[in-house]
């Protein structure tokens, strides 16, 4: 998170040695793109079936193309749209004797939607906040057998993550360029938790709840129309 705080620090001076700029406005369309990474912050169970047993799962980041459409009802709220081609997730056992090993890959999907209140700006930085609910969906699980297998005896073994609800909270800043572009910095905290269910030839074997609740931040530039 260092890189994303001296970017936002980039952002504010530059607002500050800037004239004043007009805020977005109601009926206005606010298009906002660029990279967006994916930190999670991970809780998980321990598994109880042996050989796994008291091993965790974690999940490490990834960063792909994030958008958010947001339209504006009010000079001062709006409600906003955020999507992203496919997250690809590498998946980690720990804690067991093999120490940190990777056993698998996931992808999931984010769609979330939250109502945006623009803040007091200064100059040309616009910052905004908003509250919302994200759905996520896992999708494309896959079990390196190569290392899971003969942990188990040679079985074919498989992970499944469910879907999940969850509150998501958001907080961004628009640095105003020339008229109706600007950069943008912001970001999430989504409530996200997962049950990973483990199968062996076709039966489940074990069930442990993780809770991901990851960071999302995506540095780009928006349009207004």
């Given at each position: 998170?260092?890189?994303?705080?001296?970017?936002?620090l980039?952002?504010?001076?530059?607002?500050?040695?800037?004239?004043?700029?007009?805020?977005?406005?109601?009926?206005?369309w606010?298009?906002?793109?660029?990279a967006?990474?994916?930190?999670?912050?991970?809780?998980?169970?321990?598994?109880?079936?042996?050989?796994?047993?008291?091993?965790?799962?974690?999940?490490?980041s990834d960063?792909?193309a994030?958008?958010?459409?947001?339209?504006m009802?009010?000079?001062?709220f709006?409600?906003?749209?955020l999507?992203?081609?496919p997250?690809?997730h590498?998946?980690?056992?720990?804690?067991?004797a093999?120490?940190?090993?990777?056993?698998?890959?996931?992808?999931?999907?984010?769609?979330?939607?939250?109502?945006?209140?623009?803040?007091?700006?200064?100059?040309?930085?616009?910052?905004y906040?908003g509250?919302?609910?994200?759905y996520?969906?896992?999708f494309?699980?896959?079990?390196?057998?190569?290392?899971?297998?003969?942990l188990?005896?040679?079985?074919?073994?498989?992970l499944?993550?469910?879907?999940?609800?969850?509150?998501?909270?958001?907080?961004?800043?628009?640095?105003?360029?020339?008229?109706?572009?600007?950069?943008?910095?912001?970001?999430?905290?989504m409530?996200?938790?997962?049950?990973?269910?483990?199968?062996?030839n076709?039966t489940?074997?074990?069930?442990?709840?993780?809770?991901?609740?990851?960071?999302?931040?995506m540095v780009?530039?928006?349009?207004?129309?």
């Open positions: 998170m260092q890189l994303s705080r001296q970017i936002a980039a952002l504010a001076l530059t607002g500050m040695a800037c004239g004043g700029a007009q805020a977005h406005q109601a009926g206005d606010v298009v906002r793109f660029g967006a990474t994916v930190e999670p912050d991970v809780d998980s169970d321990a598994f109880a079936v042996a050989p796994l047993t008291g091993g965790t799962v974690d999940v490490d960063t792909q994030g958008v958010t459409v947001t339209y009802l009010k000079d001062w709006g409600i906003e749209l999507a992203a081609t997250f690809e590498d998946l980690y056992l720990e804690d067991t093999l120490g940190r090993t990777r056993i698998g890959e996931t992808k999931h999907l984010p769609p979330t939607v939250l109502a945006q209140f623009s803040l007091p700006g200064y100059g040309r930085v616009r910052p906040a509250i919302g609910v994200n996520t969906r896992f494309g699980e896959r079990i390196d057998d190569g290392v899971v297998s003969p188990i005896g040679g079985a074919d073994a498989d499944h993550l469910s879907n999940s609800w969850g509150l998501a909270a958001e907080l961004g800043v628009d640095v105003a360029l020339s008229e109706g572009w600007f950069l943008n910095l912001s970001a999430w905290k409530d996200l938790d997962t049950e990973a269910r483990l199968t062996v076709g489940t074997v074990d069930k442990v709840d993780v809770a991901i609740d990851p960071l999302v931040w780009g530039m928006g349009r207004a129309f």
